[in-house]
């Protein structure tokens, strides 16, 4: 949203307040940046906090799989050892012939084995049974006068568990690949962030891979700007869902002209602290480090007065953005719910209906409000999900940028006094 702010000059102070006013700047300033690498090595250091809790849980995975195969492995060489020994013993006695005794020995002692097997397998599966569904199946051999029955039925119930056991085994096995690639995305996530050459590119990259896991779909940027008459002043449709607001704005022919001067000329204006604008657009928290002239709400749970006030008033100010997106998706209900379309066109079709959106402002043509309106298939009359996501987060938004912050607090300090 774009507000051009102008107004008188003020008479200018003398060179003592000057001064002063500017040691306060100086101060203010050095104090943001302190404070704000000091918020960078805080988030810093609990990104890595979180990969190492990662990274030692999957270990520990590993190293428990690892133990558990060593065990299996070792019981199994040591009972082959024995047998052999026992039956190296056995051939020593007999002159090198086995007996049928020996013979029946080892038979027995596979069938054993066979047995063993098979009730280690039945004790598994009964450990992933609960207690009451145990307490239930004794309950009903207790009610069992034959002796047959009673067997046979405990047989079929254990029958029945073991698939259940293979069942969560087959879970826990996917939950641990899950949780394997997971850690793999988030190591290929930071080396690729790592690799960026400077802050910004970083922040950049982690802001994007956040806001792609959380969209989960595929869908189109559309940044826009628009005045408290709900006209439309700037559009920018060209970058997938998955990138991030501040990317897409980086990018942008609105952040060159900001950049090189063009977008705000008006008269300067003085603000408290000694700060001087010639305008400003209002975003919300999803542009916390991208560029002065863009003021975000504080947002968070801890606010003083004036901060809430502010917050108030700039968030009430943006409605016009939720009420233009509002009139082009009920208007032009292609773009209010997913469809197939062509994407090398969609740029130009979501511009040709910004047109119209100035057009039919421009003719006094008067917005139809039962549009945003309709009935649901059983008769009720409800409001039409418009589908729009907003990005004000109830943390506190830490503005990284030393200038749009002392803007920021100017403007607060303008409001409390009014």
Known sequence: MVE?????????DSQEQQEKMAALVRESRERKEREKQAKLKAIEDEQV??????????????????????????????????????????????????????????EKKISEWVANLSFGEEEEAESYVTKDEKAVLAAELAAMTDPMERREREEEQKL?????????????????NKMTAKV??????????????????????????????????????????????????????????????????????????AESGELFDATPENLPHGVVTRGYLLGDNGYPVACPWIVSPYGGIDQGADEERFDTRQKVARGCVERVFGRLKSTWRLFLSTHKTNLETL????????????????????????????????????????????????????????????????????????
């Open 49 to 106: 906090a979180k990969m190492k809790r990662l990274e030692e849980e999957m270990k520990k995975v590993q190293q428990e799989e690892e133990e558990r195969r060593k065990a299996a492995e070792a019981e199994a060489a040591a009972e082959e050892e024995k047998e052999r020994m026992r039956i190296e013993s056995g051939e020593g006695s007999s002159g090198g012939t086995m007996t049928r005794e020996t013979d029946t020995g080892l």
């Open 347 to 418: 740029p130009q079709q979501f511009v040709a209906v910004c047109t119209l959106h100035n057009i039919l402002l421009d003719a006094g043509i008067d917005f139809d409000e039962n549009l945003l309106w309709e009935v649901d298939a059983n008769g009720v009359r409800r409001r039409v999900d418009l589908g729009i996501v907003g990005n004000d987060a109830g943390a506190r938004g830490w503005c990284t940028n030393v200038e749009g912050e002392l803007l920021r607090d100017a403007l607060r300090d303008c409001l409390a006094l009014m």
């Open 160 to 176: 029945a568990w073991k698939p259940r056991m293979k069942r969560e085994k087959k879970k826990r096995r996917e939950e641990v």
């Open 4 to 12: 051009t702010r102008t107004g008188l000059e003020t008479n200018p």
């Open 184 to 257: 793999a995305k988030v190591q290929e996530c930071r080396a690729e962030v790592l690799a960026q050459p400077d802050d910004k590119a970083k922040w950049d990259k982690v802001l994007g891979v956040r806001n792609g896991y959380r969209k989960q779909k595929f869908s189109v940027q559309a940044q826009v700007v628009v005045d408290l008459d709900l006209r439309i002043l700037d559009v920018h449709v060209r970058y997938p869902g998955s990138v991030h607001d501040v990317r897409v704005l980086h990018n942008s022919q609105l952040f060159r002209r």
